[in-house]
């Protein structure tokens, strides 16, 4: 993730600082750095991550982030 980070910070160079993103993908990157993955995702880098996708223009799904995904609605593939 944050080779990811890098390459969308350097994409933009010296327009970096004009674009919404960079504070978010700044602070996520650092969090990201610091971070010992485990079971566990911590709140802190959970809402900049969120943050970031809003700067990016992506909105939350509905039923919010946490939301268990469902499978698609529609024909079952299963024959039983």
């Known amino acids: 993730m944050v080779e990811h980070l890098d390459r969308l910070l350097s994409a933009f160079?010296?327009?970096?600082d004009q674009q919404r993103f960079a504070a978010?993908?700044?602070?996520?990157?650092?969090?990201?750095?610091?971070?010992?993955?485990?079971?566990?995702?911590?709140?802190?880098?959970?809402?900049?991550?969120?943050?970031l996708l809003a700067a990016l223009g992506i909105e939350e799904p509905p039923g919010g982030w946490d939301a268990p995904e469902r499978p698609p609605e529609g024909p079952s593939n299963d024959n039983a």
């Open 13 to 16: 160079g010296t327009e970096l």
């Open 24 to 51: 978010p993908a700044r602070r996520l990157r650092a969090l990201l750095s610091a971070w010992e993955p485990g079971p566990e995702v911590p709140d802190d880098i959970s809402e900049v991550a969120r943050d």
